[in-house]
């Protein structure tokens, strides 16, 4: 496997960026150091509260989780559902949006923020 060195822009503060590009895809050029692949995309969003609660736990951190690249399929033996996409069981928790949206620039990732 071969990558194409690019020089990586810096990463500009949130403020900076308009809110309505939010919900777009952000292209960004792939980071050679990155761990992750070059078509990775990462989501980045703000979980919900449950509905079965009216408590706020669990919803003042931002999530980036990586969307499937290879659907799911079912196992002939077990019947069980499984898949071959190691990025579905990576999650990441951030304090803040913009440390979400720094660390997807610093890697190179494409990412939606929802």
Known sequence: ???????IE???PLSETSRTDL???AP???NPDSVFP??????IFRPSRSVMTSG???TKHWI???ERQTPPFIEPLMGWTGGDDPLTQVELRFPTLE???AYARRQGLTYVVN
């Open 1 to 7: 496997m071969s990558y194409v060195w690019k020089e």
């Open 10 to 12: 810096p990463a500009q």
């Open 23 to 25: 919900g777009r895809r």
């Open 28 to 30: 960004r050029a792939h």
């Open 38 to 43: 070059p078509d990775a995309v990462a989501r």
């Open 56 to 58: 706020k736990a669990r």
């Open 64 to 66: 980036l989780r990586f």
């Open 99 to 101: 440390s979400a949206v």
